[in-house]
């Protein structure tokens, strides 16, 4: 069983929709959870930042991390075709080395 | 532009060919970090360097090499290229509590 799993998609919405995007983990052990955005031949992007249990909001962006669940969320309002590629979680226990999930490949439909 | 600057965008390398991919960033990060991508399975660690003059292993270093003279700098050299190392790279810095920056990626094929 990989540290963390990630549905690989691919998940297409139409324009306009609340995207949901989905990582589980196995280790308690960490702390801080992170979202990628990477686009079709691009590095990836960091997203959002978030440390421990909570929700975070950075404009249509929410972060949401449930430590209990071992189970983090990104949600993506008013989706638009811009926000079209392939999103990454990423955790870690504070040492600054990420764990990454395979990433999830979104397509938004105008 | 602050960022990671990586060389060479790509490359079609002959087996057993040593190649250096080269990194540099401009933020004064103390941490560095290599990663190759493949379908499928994700971003995993090669290399990392936690600051200048040390280096680690990662989940996949078998077959690469690092060094970290300055801060600056942390190439990664492929010394006998194979197939397997097919596949894009990415290198990343990281600032403590802001996560990573990453390059813009080197596609490289081994053939």
């Known amino acids: 069983q990989k540290e963390v799993e990630q549905d690989p998609g691919p998940l297409s919405v139409p324009e306009g929709a609340i995207v949901s995007l989905n990582c589980t983990y196995s280790n308690s052990a960490f702390q801080y959870f992170m979202w990628y955005r990477q686009y079709s031949r691009k590095g990836p992007e960091l997203l959002m930042y978030t440390y421990s249990s909570g929700n975070k909001e950075d404009g249509r962006f929410t972060a949401q991390v449930d430590k209990s669940s071992k189970y983090i969320s990104l949600f993506i309002r008013d989706s638009q075709p811009s926000d079209s590629a392939t999103y990454l979680c990423a955790m870690s226990f504070g040492n600054e080395k990420l764990t990454f999930g395979t990433g999830t490949r979104l397509t938004i439909i105008p | 532009i602050a960022g990671i600057t990586q060389a060479p965008t790509s490359q079609i390398l002959a087996a057993g060919r040593r190649m250096t991919l080269r990194c540099t960033q401009d933020?004064?990060?103390?941490?560095m970090y290599w990663y190759r991508q493949d379908l499928g399975l994700g971003l995993r660690l090669i290399h990392y360097?936690?600051?200048?003059?040390?280096?680690g292993k990662g989940e996949v270093p078998d077959g690469y090499s690092v060094s970290r003279a300055n801060t600056d700098d942390f190439p990664l050299t492929l010394a006998s290229a194979v197939p397997s190392q097919t596949s894009v790279y990415f290198c990343?810095?990281?600032?403590?509590?802001?996560?990573?920056?990453f390059g813009s990626g080197t596609r490289l094929t081994v053939v």
């Open positions: 990343a810095s990281s600032d403590p509590g802001k996560g990573y920056t």
């Open positions: 360097s936690n600051t200048a003059g040390t280096t």
């Open positions: 933020m004064r990060h103390n941490a």
